[in-house]
């Protein structure tokens, strides 16, 4: 049974439809989408058999959960996908824009798109549960980049819109906005095995269309349309169990992302399981001391790559942002949270007794972060947004 996350001193962020005639979330019709009832799986085992255990991805990650992706299916009404091609659309041309040598054009953290998908959230988290199985709780992450990415093809071109690549978050959920019944291309490509084997051609035709995959586990490449224009919605999710490790990883979100807000959302994503997984494991310590060890085994892992993130992340980011508003700040918050997590792990005299430890440092480096951002970094509807701005919950 998965244990009630205890959020102390972490709220979920808000949701604010507000601006320019968006729908709102009582709009119940045009917000909602498919149940994923129905829907046919297929699993890593079904690719690899016995050895998907074992077998590592690019980052050296290996899958805990046995998913691969579903077949296409319905997942949005024409008008939702409508409403949110115009709302990403919006974005063309402006701060929010990015390119990178793999991916042709992206929207990220675009307020109008991120609003959209926040209320839908619930209606997702449980539509990924219901298709990933095991009782599993998948969670939409928090961070407004990788909640609602969209990829963009204007028109023709002879480059994928996204080429070869396993993701940095674990799962995401690849939803087509533009029709592509009449289209030779704009297929999602699928390898089924390592970086270099055959692929499947995933097909989604009309507007609304969408596949869950574990992306982090599976080589992917959205191929460009031969008509023109292609906008897919990219959603990430993760799971939020203590028994699963999470491999959220900040290695490609730097090449396409503002470097401040992504550098906070990381830390308040990995400090909120950490206070999390660390409850967890204290209430598991009572009933099954067995499980309660392999969350901390977890949660030591999870701060071993967090230090690492840390250690290698900045050269990461493309030198015309190492000097963006902020990331100063952010980064010696950063490495002020990665040695006192790293320190938690070597003041622990057992394994049994380290979610103390942990759970101890990671509240204490969460009064730090939350004390020292400011809400403007993460804010970017307003440039100077009052003291009722709700964009950024303290912690």
């Not at 149940?35 to 690019?58: A, C, F, Q, Y």
């Not at 596949?211 to 959603?235: D, P």
Request: proline letters at 5%; a negative charge; aromatic letters at 8%.
């Amino acid at each position: 049974n998965l244990i009630e996350p205890n959020r102390i001193l972490f709220s979920p962020p808000a949701t604010s439809i507000q601006r320019r005639g968006m729908p709102s979330p009582s709009d119940s019709k045009l917000l909602s989408c498919h149940t994923g009832e129905g829907v046919k799986v297929l699993r890593l085992s079904d690719l690899h058999g016995d050895e998907w255990r074992s077998r590592r991805n690019r980052f050296g990650d290996r899958a805990m959960v046995d998913y691969a992706l579903c077949e296409p299916f319905q997942l949005f009404s024409e008008e939702t996908a409508t409403a949110l091609q115009e709302a990403g659309e919006r974005y063309f041309n402006s701060e929010f824009e990015y390119s990178t040598a793999r991916t042709s054009a992206c929207i990220r953290c675009a307020p109008d798109l991120v609003n959209l998908v926040e209320g839908m959230s619930d209606q997702l988290e449980a539509m990924a549960s219901r298709l990933v199985g095991g009782g599993l709780r998948m969670r939409i992450l928090e961070s407004k980049a990788e909640k609602a990415h969209l990829n963009v093809q204007r028109h023709v071109q002879s480059n994928p819109v996204d080429n070869w690549h396993q993701d940095s978050t674990p799962y995401v959920l690849v939803t087509i906005l533009t029709n592509h019944t009449d289209d030779a291309g704009g297929h999602l490509m699928v390898r089924h095995g390592g970086e270099h084997d055959s692929d499947y051609q995933w097909k989604l035709r009309v507007p609304g269309q969408a596949v869950l995959m574990q992306g982090s586990q599976i080589w992917h490449m959205a191929q460009q349309s031969e008509i023109g224009k292609r906008l897919t919605l990219v959603t990430s999710f993760y799971v939020d169990d203590p028994l699963v490790f999470d491999p959220t990883s900040l290695r490609v979100a730097f090449e396409y992302s503002p470097p401040t807000t992504v550098t906070i959302e990381y830390l308040q994503h990995a400090l909120r399981r950490l206070i999390n997984n660390s409850g967890a494991s204290t209430q598991l310590s009572r009933v099954a001391p067995a499980s309660a060890l392999e969350v901390n085994r977890i949660m030591t892992y999870e701060i071993t790559k967090l230090v690492q993130e840390y250690e290698n992340g900045f050269d990461l980011i493309p030198e015309s942002r190492q000097k963006s508003p902020g990331l100063r700040e952010a980064w010696a918050i950063f490495g002020e949270t990665a040695r006192t997590l790293k320190a938690a792990l070597n003041v622990a005299s057992s394994m049994e007794g380290l979610h103390k430890e942990i759970g101890s440092a990671a509240v204490q480096c969460g009064r730090l972060l939350s004390a020292n951002i400011e809400c403007r970094y993460l804010c970017r509807c307003v440039s100077n947004p009052p003291d009722s701005c709700k964009c950024f919950k303290t912690m």
